[in-house]
């Protein structure tokens, strides 16, 4: 039965119920004298026009045949083959539809969602990008905020790692005396004690360790329900409610030689550590109760501002102190803005070139204030071919001086600005940094690609400042928290194993059976197969709950109508509550040509880099210089040892002569027969 005609048939049968259901109501109200009469016959021909209705409107066989005719389903208690037929026809067609249907809201490939239509746009970008040469154009601003907001319902609440670090640490004012820095045996020294005596010294010495630990016990206790007695959250506990001990239970003989040692009571937690000590202030009830006692002492370091001192030190410990330290206020926020960021800036020119895999850019570090200015420049670049890398070492220069001053060239004995590194022979055989180079690209787009569509958005630039600078028609943001940075590991590490591996496995005469870069990779694979990627976020993402910091990031790339990459603008949050701030970057990249050109870097670049800049030093013959002078400076001191000139006995110290030409090493029948010839 179609819904359309359940309707109608609805309202028919709504319609025929009012129509009799109305001259019963006209009679009521008219015959008022007969109001009971008149009410036990509106009953009885309601009840009997309802069941009439219903039963009209289940079996009414015109209105049957024409719902069977125009229902989807095959009615097979009439044999007319023309409605046969135009039944089976829209029973397929709604199959048909129903089939589509189901494939357009799951059949991303056929018909993709916005989401994966952002993500196809964003990977046929990247790959376009990565296989074209190009010039980028980088800033990048800092920024710090506090961790939470003035206004948030988190503002004056503790991390959960802040607060379990404070409370194990705490100790209650008072819970010590001076009594607890001495020996815990006090019997005096004796020169007659018997050390060897085991049984004895154990006798005398457990009974008193163990009555040392109750009375620090104790004492503790006390302290932390004075507190809370304090606070009026708690009585004040007696002296004896839990080490409640009877003088004829507890007997010297239980703790002899021969049922406890000295190691086993060291395993379990002695004074002089083990394995357990410490473990019993993680007890969830000592816990619970010292946290209360620290939250009601910075409850009274609040309301007692002459006594804050004394209060945070004894309720936060030594710790809890350095934790202070360590955050960061309000007002030192809003200073590091004022005085740091806001006049410092990381710029960098860089030039792409993907057939000679090659990459050279040009770092800036830059801080300009009314009253200072300076800029530290390094130029690097990469030849990924040549397995080299050449770094202009101007910068670093003083830090070399000072760890080697006699082996540093000033400037102005340098041929060139800049000097090369090139890999050992050795590595390149084992692995040619072209094929890692290559495997890392393939494995970021591959991984990339493996990302669910729910973290690609297409977002609205219509109010972008920065979309309309570039000129982007479109843009896409992609979330990368600690979950998405951590699958993205795992799944660029399978995707370079399997790489290599695919190198290794076409290259059988470079690595036969039991070379070192064969036998890694097999072990890195057999380890790839005990874990998935997303696990690697969830480990990410445990760190980022327990720890002071932070992985999330936030992408915008900005493309054109043909999916070129035309900028990208990065976020990334640094910071914890341990720190007490958040610290956020925003770097914007260009990638067009005119703001290369006209930028102040791309002359050092040239100047670096450029076909008419100078060659650089070769810094392995460098350090093979430097190498080759130690070892001779170290030969020709092994070989001063060996001299045996007489000039070098003035050397010997006044030992080393009595021991070589003493009396004891003189020969004494030597003296006798000189006697006896001096007697002839």
């Not at 025929?16 to 006209?26: H, T, W």
């Not at 964003?122 to 790959?127: C, D, F, G, H, S």
């Not at 609040?302 to 202070?324: A, F, H, V």
């Not at 020969?667 to 002839?680: L, T, V």
Request: with cysteine; charged share 20%.
């Amino acid at each position: 039965m179609s819904s359309n005609h359940v309707n109608n048939r609805n309202r028919q049968c709504h319609s025929e119920m009012a129509s009799n259901y109305l001259p019963i109501i006209n009679n009521k109200n008219n015959n008022s004298h007969v109001f009971q009469t008149g009410k036990l016959t509106s009953i009885a021909l309601l009840v009997g026009s309802a069941s009439l209705m219903l039963t009209g409107c289940q079996s009414n066989p015109t209105a049957s045949a024409d719902v069977t005719a125009s229902s989807t389903l095959m009615d097979f208690s009439t044999a007319n083959p023309a409605q046969s037929q135009r039944q089976g026809r829209a029973f397929t067609a709604s199959q048909d539809a129903q089939a589509e249907r189901y494939a357009q809201l799951f059949d991303q490939e056929k018909y993709p969602n916005t989401e994966h239509q952002a993500k196809a746009h964003l990977l046929a970008a990247i790959r376009q990008h990565l296989a074209t040469e190009h010039v980028a154009v980088a800033q990048a601003n800092y920024q710090a905020v506090p961790f939470i907001d003035a206004d948030s319902i988190d503002a004056g609440s503790s991390s959960l790692l802040r607060t379990i670090i404070e409370t194990y640490a705490y100790q209650p004012e008072g819970m010590y005396d001076s009594s607890d820095d001495e020996p815990y045996n006090s019997e005096p020294y004796n020169d007659d004690h018997n050390y060897d005596g085991t049984e004895d010294a154990l006798e005398s010495d457990y009974p008193s360790d163990y009555a040392g630990e109750e009375q620090k016990a104790e004492q503790e206790k006390k302290a932390i329900a004075a507190i809370l007695a304090e606070a009026g959250e708690n009585e004040p506990a007696s002296d004896n409610e839990e080490y409640d001990y009877d003088a004829e239970d507890y007997d010297s003989d239980d703790y002899a030689s021969d049922d406890y040692s000295t190691d086993e009571y060291d395993e379990y937690g002695g004074e002089t550590g083990g394995m357990l000590s410490g473990m019993s202030g993680l007890n969830p009830k000592t816990m619970a109760a010292k946290y209360e006692a620290m939250q009601m002492a910075k409850q009274q370091a609040k309301t007692e501002p002459t006594n804050s001192d004394g209060l945070s030190m004894s309720s936060t410990g030594l710790i809890g102190n350095i934790l202070t330290m360590f955050s960061r206020t309000p007002e030192q926020i809003a200073a590091s803005n004022a005085y740091q960021y806001q006049h410092l800036t990381f710029n960098s020119v860089s030039q792409y070139n993907p057939k000679q895999r090659q990459l050279q850019s040009v770092y800036s570090y830059d801080y300009a204030t009314p009253t200072i200015s300076s800029s530290i420049q390094i130029p690097v670049a990469f030849d990924f071919n040549n397995s080299s890398v050449t770094v202009d070492p101007s910068a670093i220069m003083p830090i070399v001086a000072l760890v080697n001053p006699e082996n540093t060239p000033l400037p102005s004995q340098m041929a060139s600005h800049t000097v090369s590194f090139g890999l050992p022979e050795s590595i390149m055989a084992q692995l040619p940094p072209a094929v890692l180079y290559d495997a890392v690209l393939n494995a970021i787009q591959s991984s990339m690609a493996e990302l669910a569509p729910e973290h690609f958005s297409a977002v609205d630039i219509s109010g972008d400042a920065f979309a309309k600078e570039v000129g982007a028609t479109r843009a896409v943001k992609v979330y990368f928290g600690s979950q998405q940075s951590g699958e993205m590991i795992g799944k660029t590490l399978k995707y370079v194993t399997k790489s290599l591996q695919e190198y290794v496995d076409a290259n059988p005469d470079k690595y036969p059976d039991g070379a070192i870069l064969k036998a890694a990779l097999a072990k890195v694979q057999l380890y790839n197969k005990g874990y998935q990627s997303a696990d690697v976020g969830s480990l990410l993402q445990l760190i980022e709950a327990i720890g002071p910091i932070s992985f999330n990031q936030i992408n915008y790339y900005y493309l054109d109508n043909s999916d070129r990459l035309l900028a990208k603008q990065q976020r990334v949050n640094i910071g914890g509550d341990l720190l007490g701030s958040t610290t956020t970057m925003l770097n914007q990249v260009r990638y067009d040509k005119s703001s290369f050109k006209r930028h102040a870097l791309t002359p050092l670049l040239a100047e670096s880099f450029g076909s008419n800049a100078v060659a650089p030093i070769d810094g392995n013959a460098w350090i093979a210089a430097q190498r080759q002078k130690k070892d001779r400076l170290q030969t020709a001191r092994y070989a001063r040892y060996d001299y045996e000139d007489g000039s070098l006995e003035t050397d010997y110290s006044s030992d080393e002569y009595d021991n070589r030409y003493g009396a004891e090493s003189i020969d004494e029948s030597r003296i006798g027969d000189a006697k006896d010839d001096n007697e002839k």
